[in-house]
């Protein structure tokens, strides 16, 4: 069966410090890959999408970026924090033929506090 | 942009009860998806529904039922006999066809009270 492994599951940084969240999955070969980012009180956020290794499609500007470096491995960094990146980062992945409609599955989620 | 609204931040209901969570979409698309999600305590959201936007038809699925209305952009989301672990945040969502965007609306707190 597959399963997918986020981590870490909580995180405290301080503002302009770097971040590196990590996700991957088993199970599955080729996968469709998500990160979303969820603040309080709002709904879900798509930042980026992968189809592929290397493929990264970004949603929305931001100070954050996305990396696949193995075909079930998915990256979300940046390289200097700001007090808005704090909020509920949730990584996802769909199968390949799926990743148009949606069907997704979700890891645990990290919850990121910049101060 | 091609909202979901979600307009209940909130319920409580006793355990037992029956429990209605109302969606409304807006779309410009022919052919889109409605999704549920529930994120319980945990934080992992677990896929509960899907349904295209050709198929009216109204879902059962034990205690959970929907009821999809293309006639007013509705995909809500009723709970039977709620329990104690039904407790959570429900997710209504759409994407269009072609789009990996899932469209989330802000969710609706579930407390299903002992």
């Known amino acids: 069966s597959q399963t997918i492994h986020q981590w870490p599951a909580t995180l405290v940084q301080p503002v302009g410090s770097p971040l590196s969240l990590e996700c991957t999955v088993e199970?599955?070969?080729?996968?469709?890959l998500y990160w979303y980012r969820q603040a309080a009180g709002r709904g879900l956020q798509l930042l980026f999408y992968?189809?592929?290794?290397?493929?990264i499609s970004s949603e929305v500007p931001q100070n954050l970026s996305a990396s696949r470096p193995q075909d079930r491995q998915f990256i979300l960094s940046s390289k200097k924090l700001l007090l808005s990146d704090s909020g509920f980062y949730l990584c996802?992945?769909?199968?390949?033929?799926?990743?148009?409609?949606?069907?997704?599955?979700f890891g645990s989620g990290t919850q990121l506090s910049v101060l | 942009a091609q909202k979901v609204t979600q307009a209940q931040t909130e319920i409580s209901v006793v355990e037992k009860e029956d429990v209605t969570l109302d969606c409304v979409y807006e779309?410009?698309?022919?052919?889109?998806?409605l999704f549920w999600y529930k994120q319980p305590p945990s934080g992992e959201l677990v896929f509960l529904i899907r349904?295209?936007?050709?198929?009216?038809q109204n879902e059962i699925s034990g205690r959970y039922s929907w009821n999809f209305q293309k006639s007013t952009s509705s995909f809500n989301f009723t709970i039977t006999a709620s329990q104690v672990v039904d407790s959570a945040v429900y997710f209504c969502?759409?994407?269009?066809?072609?789009?990996?965007?899932?469209?989330f609306g802000k969710g609706t707190k579930l407390s299903v009270i002992p």
């Open positions: 779309t410009r698309d022919t052919t889109y998806y």
């Open positions: 969502a759409r994407s269009g066809a072609g789009s990996y965007q899932l469209t």
């Open positions: 349904r295209n936007s050709f198929d009216e």
């Open positions: 199970g599955t070969s080729n996968p469709n």
């Open positions: 992968s189809v592929g290794i290397g493929q």
């Open positions: 996802a992945w769909s199968a390949h033929a799926d990743g148009q409609d949606g069907k997704l599955f």
